[in-house]
C-alpha cells in the first residue's frame, strides 16, 4: 500500500455492470484531498460520469465537476470530468503535434478521421489512451492546462481493458514505424510503471471473479500493474457466522426469536417468525456463495478491498459514502 | 389463450397495462419462429436465451439457441464449449413431447471468414483474410459480432427452418452491445463505412479519373503516411479493393436478414435487470424496436429480488432492531429484522422503477424472474429460470407489488 502515493493513473475496470463507474467516481472523489487536483475521465462514450454526478453530458474537454471527499481537517480537491472520443482525440492530436489544423478538418471532410477510429480498433484505442496519457503527462504543446495529481480512468471491461492498455502491440500489424508507433511506445512505459495501476472491480459471484481472475492472469502476461481488487455490491453483514450456519441448516430458536419479537413490540410474531427463518435462510444460502468467491478472490495475491451494496441505490451522496470507505480502506495512499 | 397474438407495434400512448408476459404461449405458438433477446451487458440474456430453449425444446419445439460468450460452465453442460461455428444436439434433454435442441456458440471471426470465402475467389480471399485490416476488422469492429450473429440467424432459418426442417424455432442471444440495438444498425453502420467517401477515394484511382479529389486527396495520403507509415497505406488499399467484390452480397444478405427480423414470426424479448441504468436501456430498446417496426414480445425484469415472506415495512423492522439492540448488542433478532429491513428496501425500489416503466411504456407486457441463490450454469438451473419464466407473474402489475 506505501506505493500508493506514486500512483498517476487510475484505471478502474471490471465485468460488464460490476461497478466500474461508480467505483471510479468514488476513487476520484477520494483522491480528492485538499489542494489535489483530479481528472476523472471516461473513454466508452456511454456519459455514465454525467449522470452519475447529475450534470449535463460531457464534451470533450475538462470540466470542473464537483469538491473531493473532506479530509480530517475538512480540506477538499477538485474534480474535474473529461469525455474522451476518438474523433476529437485524433483532431486534437493532429492540431497539436502536426499542426495540421486547416488539413485536419479536410481529413474529417474526406471522411479520414471516421474511417481511422472506427475500422482500425487499434488506432482507436491509441487515440483514446493517446489523451489519457497527456493528461497524465502534461507537457508545455498544451499551454495552460490544468496539472493533474490523479487522473482516474472509468475504463472499458476486464474482456478488453490488456488490449486497450496494450497499444503498442495492438498497434503492430497496422502501423510498423512512424511516430504514432514511437509515441505508442512512450505511453507503455508509463502504462507498465509503478504510476500506473489497472484495478479490477467485481462482485462476489462466480462468473466476475473468473473474469477478475483470467484478467489478472492476462495483464501480467502484458507486464501491466495490477493495483487492488474491489469486491463491489456485498451484502449486508448482519448475522454472525454462527447464524448463519444455524440458518442454513434451519436451526434457528425460533422460541428465542418470536420472544425477541415480542419485546420489540412488533405484532403478527408467529407469521413474522415463520418470515425471518425463511429469509434468513435465503440470506445464509448467497452468503455461503459469497464466502466462497471470496475465498477465490483472497487466493488471487491482490490487495483487495470491500464496498457494500447500498440498498436504496447510487446517488451522489452513496457516492461520497462509498469514497470514505475507499480512503478508510488505504485505497488512496493515505493513513488507514 | 387466442392462437394468435398480437405483438406491440405500436408506440406509447395505447390506454391500458399490457399486464404479465405469458412466455409459454409464446413459446408453444407455432407460428414463433425466431426469438431474439436483447437488452444490456450482463443481465441475464443468454442465460435466458439457454433456458427459453431449452423450456420451448421440452414442450415439442424443434430448437436451435445460438448463444454468444455464454459462462464457461454454462457451456461446458450444454457441450458447446467447443467453437466449431455449427449447432450440436445438447445431451439430457427430455425429448418426450417430440422437441429437441441443439446449440452453438457464435464464432465471430470465422463467420466473418466463412463469408469472404463463400463470396470470392480463392486467392483473393487468401488475400483478404491475411490482411492486416481485414483481421482488425473481424475480430473488432464495433459491431461485427451482432452483425454475424444476424448473418449466422440468416443463415440457419434458410437452411435449417425454410430448408431441411431440422428446427422450427430459432432462439438468438445478443452480444453486450455498448450501444442498445448495434445488431439492427450494424449492417447499416458496416455497409455506410464501406460506402464512406474516404473507401470511394482509396478506390478512385483504380476506378478512373477522380480529378476533383486527388489534390486534396494527396494531402491525406501525404499527412497519413506521415503519421502512420507507408505500409499503412498500401495494406489499406489492398484491403479496400479487396473487400468491394465481396461486400454487394454481404450488403443484400443483411437487408433480407433485417426483413426477417420485421417479419410477423419473429419476437423480440427486451430483458433487464431490476436498476436504473439497465431500465433506461430496456426503455431504449423498446423505443427502438417500435420505431424499426421489429415485434416486441414483452419485456423480461431478471434477476429480481425476491419478495420478503413477510410484509413488515423496513422502518418497522429497524425500529425493532434498534430497540433489541439496546438490551443486547449482539441480538440475532436485531440481525434478521435489518436483514428484513434491507430486503424490503430493495423490493420497494425495484418495484418503483418496474412501475416507472411501465408508466412510460404500458404496451409492454412483462415477466419478472427472481434471482436464483447461486449462478446459472447448467440444464437443471436452466429448467428452473425456464420455470420462472413460464409462471405467468400477475406479479408484474406493478402497483400490486408496492410495498409498504
Ligand atoms: N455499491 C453499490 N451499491 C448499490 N448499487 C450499486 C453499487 N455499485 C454499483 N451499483 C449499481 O449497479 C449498477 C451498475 O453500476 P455501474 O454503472 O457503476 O457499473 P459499470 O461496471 O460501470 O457498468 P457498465 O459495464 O454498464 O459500464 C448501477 O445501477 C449502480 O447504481
Ligand atoms: N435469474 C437468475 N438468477 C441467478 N443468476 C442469474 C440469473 N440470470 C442470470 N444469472 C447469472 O448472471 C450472470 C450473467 O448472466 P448472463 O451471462 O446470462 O448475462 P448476459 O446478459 O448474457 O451477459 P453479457 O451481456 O455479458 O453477455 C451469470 O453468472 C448467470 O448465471
Ligand atoms: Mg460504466
Ligand atoms: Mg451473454
Known sequence: MSQRPKVRLHVVTGKGGTGK??????????????????????????????????????????????????????????????????????????????????????????????????????????????????????NSRNKGAIQYDAVVLDAPPTGRITQFLNVSNELAGLAKVGPIRSQSDTMMTLFRSPRTAVHLVTVLEEMPVQETADGIAELRGADLPVGSVIVNQVRPRDLSPAALQAARAGTLDRAAIRTDLERAGLAGVDTLTEGLVAEAHDHAERRALEDSQRAVVERLGVPTCELPRLAGGIDLGALYELAGMLREQGMTGGPR | MSTHRSRTRVGPGTAHRAGPLDVDALLADRTTQIVVCCGSGGVGKTTTSAALALRAAEQGRKVVVLTIDPARRLAQSMGIAELDNTPRPVADVDGTAGGSLDAMMLDMKRTFDEVVLSQASPEKAEQILANPFYIALSSSFAGTQEYMAMEKLGQIHREHVQGSGDYDLIIVDTPPSRSALDFLDAPERLSSFLDGRFVRLMLAPAKGPARLMTAGFSLITNALTKILGAQFLKDLQTFVAALDTVFGGFRQRAQKTYSLLQADGTAFLVVAAPEPDALREAAYFVERLSEDA???????????????????????????????????????????????????????????????????????????????????????GLRRVGDLLGEVTTDAEPESTQRR
Do not use: W
Open chain 1, 21 to 138: 463507474s461508480t467505483v471510479a467516481s468514488a476513487l476520484a472523489l477520494a483522491l480528492a484531498t485538499a489542494g489535489r487536483n483530479v481528472l476523472l475521465c471516461e473513454v466508452e462514450g456511454r456519459q455514465g460520469i454525467a449522470r452519475m454526478f447529475d450534470v449535463d453530458p460531457l464534451p470533450y474537454e475538462e470540466r470542473r465537476l464537483t469538491t473531493g471527499l473532506p479530509d480530517a481537517e475538512g480540506g477538499r480537491g477538485v474534480v474535474h470530468a473529461l469525455h474522451i472520443d476518438a474523433e476529437s482525440a485524433l483532431l486534437e492530436y493532429l492540431a497539436m503535434y502536426y499542426r495540421l489544423g486547416r488539413a485536419g478538418r479536410a481529413l474529417d471532410r474526406f471522411g479520414v478521421i471516421e474511417f481511422a477510429t472506427t475500422i482500425a480498433p487499434g488506432v482507436r484505442d491509441v487515440l483514446l489512451t493517446g489523451k489519457v496519457y497527456e493528461a497524465v503527462q502534461r
Open chain 2, 294 to 380: 421489429m415485434p416486441l414480445a414483452g419485456l423480461i425484469v431478471n434477476r429480481a429480488s425476491a419478495v420478503p415472506v413477510s410484509d413488515l415495512s423496513a422502518e418497522e423492522a429497524v425500529a425493532g432492531a434498534e430497540r433489541l439492540l439496546v438490551e443486547d448488542p449482539d441480538s440475532l433478532t436485531a440481525g434478521l429484522l435489518r436483514l428484513h429491513a434491507d430486503r424490503a428496501r430493495l423490493v420497494e425500489r425495484e418495484g418503483e422503477l418496474r412501475d416507472r416503466f411501465a408508466t412510460a411504456h404500458p404496451q409492454v407486457a412483462t415477466a419478472v424472474v427472481p434471482a436464483l441463490a447461486g449462478d446459472v450454469h447448467d440444464l437443471d
